[in-house]
């Protein structure tokens, strides 16, 4: 069966670093559009990153210049960067691989969520 399987969340100081990895397994990433989501308690789910098929990148406006998304086709993994992690960035966070067949059906998968939590 498909699984996404995220790890590398944790508890980290105001300033400091985690580097979360999405493995896959049923589900080769060569064919999906891959991105991180995060989601803190009573509030929405929101994008934060995405590595696209043609292999640009975005990431969300709160989080530009300290998240860096990337993918390891080799190992079938995407990782999340966080650098400079602030109180505001605590959330659980998501992979999530999309992808459109014959461009009209969409298909996606979604991790079990990694908890990271910034606190001082």
């Known amino acids: 069966q498909v699984q996404l399987i995220e790890s590398g969340g944790g508890l980290v100081l105001p300033g400091g670093s985690l580097r979360l990895s999405c493995a896959a397994s049923g589900v080769n990433y060569k064919f999906y559009s891959m991105g991180w989501y995060r989601q803190a308690p009573g509030q929405q789910r929101e994008l934060v990153a995405t590595s696209n098929l043609d292999g640009s990148t975005t990431t969300t406006d709160s989080v530009k210049g300290r998240f860096t998304i990337s993918r390891d086709i080799a190992k079938n993994t995407v990782s999340l960067q966080m650098n400079t992690l602030q109180p505001e960035d605590t959330a659980v966070y998501y992979c999530?691989?999309?992808?459109?067949?014959?461009?009209?059906?969409?298909?996606?998968?979604w991790g079990q969520g990694t908890q990271v939590t910034v606190s001082s």
């Open positions: 999530h691989a999309d992808k459109l067949i014959f461009g009209v059906q969409r298909v996606e998968y």
